[in-house]
């Protein structure tokens, strides 16, 4: 829709924001024949959307469900227990496939499309959108809120002025901000008296300042075991993947720690990740293990000795970090320095420097705080006719589709609570 700088837009619902939660949200309030605008900055809806998933969109998470809430996402997860109950997974899931998106469920639990393009994920939103007749305007920045009571009365735009009756505030966070997630919303929420928790970049890859990483950029390491050490104490531990790369370290279980990472690096004791590549053979095991490699190449050189336990491109680096001759005969290496192996194996440390910023965090943790939030519908404690959906609140998940569940489900409730609110007071009005 083209506005123009003079005009004065009517809705009975507005949505701030057309990403993913935004978009949902607008669907939803629109669903019971509510008059709905979806106002986005951008020239084009859902920009974060098409580049999650590598552009593949892992939309959801079979694995999350309302009893593994407080698991998944700590203690905020308390507060989507009712969004999950009325929209949860599989309502996400029948929503795309009913837009005609077939899709797959991959390892650990992520659903894709089956086309492996996010295209297909905000097609199926348009398509949506347009069935229930939201009005979208797009290439319109929200440059300020005007309150008055305890009750937004209208938005100024970059080309006019809209009013509406209910308020929906889905601007995301603080990450890639290319996106047009500039973190708008947490301004406007401290204007309306909301506190917001501090936002940190979260699901971020790590810093790293050991020479050897860069023999090995680009290697992925598979079902390995990554913990978190600070002093002398593992702090936390996750099992899977994890990459390395030209400034460090990536992949699933590294986005998944950095938070933890994040916590613990402000206590200002040194932190450092240990990478236990053979996480399930105990340290016995995996002696035996390379006594056995050592006699099948007994008469080989040491170098030449380890294909069978690492990746071709570690072989180098675990040979330089044993300090154990690499020309030497294998059946002269002694116990000590096998036992040293073993330990390393088990124990490959990686120095952290520092978390990379928002400009690579997948998510943004902090927010508005969901204490000063309706869990039941989303509503604002401060704000009468304001309801608030997706990263802009004070909740972030791990990596495998929990975060864009997150923008279905309190999306939904945003929607569906905006709704029911602006039909009363109509209804109240008719009658007066
Ligand atoms: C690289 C990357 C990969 C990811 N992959 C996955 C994944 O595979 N699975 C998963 O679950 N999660 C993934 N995520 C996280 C997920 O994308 C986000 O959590 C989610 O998109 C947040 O949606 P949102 O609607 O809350 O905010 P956003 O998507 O950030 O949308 C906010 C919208 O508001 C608009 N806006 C902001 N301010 C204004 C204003 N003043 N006026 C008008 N409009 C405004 C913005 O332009 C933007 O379009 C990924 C994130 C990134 C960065």
């Not at 920045?141 to 009571?149: E, L, W």
């Not at 699901?203 to 913990?227: C, H, M, Q, Y």
Request: contains cysteine; hydrophobic residues 40%.
């Amino acid at each position: 829709m083209k506005i123009n700088s003079k005009d004065k837009l009517i809705f009975d619902i507005a949505v701030i924001g057309g990403g993913a939660s935004g978009m949902m949200a607008a669907i939803w309030a629109a669903e019971s024949g509510a008059k709905v605008a979806l106002i986005e900055k951008n020239q084009k809806l859902g920009k974060k959307l098409l580049i999650t998933g590598k552009g593949r969109c892992n939309l959801t998470q079979e694995n999350f469900t309302k009893d593994t809430l407080l698991d998944d996402l700590g203690r905020s997860g308390k507060f989507l227990f009712s969004a999950l109950a009325k929209f949860g997974v599989e309502d996400t899931k029948e929503f795309f496939k009913a837009e005609g998106v077939n899709l797959k469920t991959e390892r650990g639990g992520r659903v894709f499309p089956y086309s492996d393009s996010a295209e297909d994920i905000l097609t199926a939103l348009r398509k949506r959108l347009a069935t229930n007749k939201v009005i979208v305007i797009r290439n319109n920045k929200i440059v300020s809120i005007q309150v008055k009571d305890n009750l937004i009365q209208s938005l100024s735009t970059k080309k006019g002025e809209i009013l509406a009756k209910q308020f929906i505030l889905c601007t995301g966070g603080k990450s890639y901000s290319g996106t047009g997630s500039t973190g708008d919303g947490y301004s406007w929420a401290e204007q309306f008296g909301h506190s917001v928790i501090e936002p940190e970049p979260a699901l971020t890859p790590i810093r790293a300042n050991d020479k050897w990483i860069e023999f090995v950029v680009g290697l992925t390491l598979k079902n390995v075991k990554l913990s978190v050490v600070q002093n002398n104490k593992v702090q936390d531990e996750r099992f899977g993947d994890m990459l390395f790369t030209h400034i460090g370290v990536s992949g699933p279980i590294v986005l998944d720690m950095s938070k933890k990472v994040g916590e613990l690096m402000k206590k200002k004791a040194k932190v450092h990740l240990s990478i236990d590549l053979k996480p399930t053979l105990t340290f016995d095991a995996l002696d035996k293990r390379i006594q056995r490699d050592f006699q099948k190449y007994q008469n080989k050189q040491f170098k030449n000795s380890l294909e069978d336990l690492f990746p071709q491109r570690l072989i180098p680096v675990m040979i330089r970090l044993s300090k154990i001759n690499m020309e030497k005969k294998v059946n002269k290496v002694t116990k000590e320095e096998r036992q040293n192996l073993v330990k390393l194996t088990k124990n490959l440390i990686v120095s952290v420097t520092e978390l990379v910023g928002f400009g690579q965090a997948i998510v943004t943790s902090g927010g508005i705080d969901l204490k000063e939030v309706d869990s039941q519908t989303t509503n604002s404690r401060k704000i009468k006719n304001l309801y608030l959906a997706g990263e802009v609140l004070d909740l972030d998940g791990p990596t495998g589709g929990y975060n864009l569940q997150i923008c279905w489900s309190t999306g939904f409730l945003a929607g569906v609570s905006a709704a029911a609110a602006f039909k009363k007071e109509q209804g109240k009005e008719q009658e007066d």
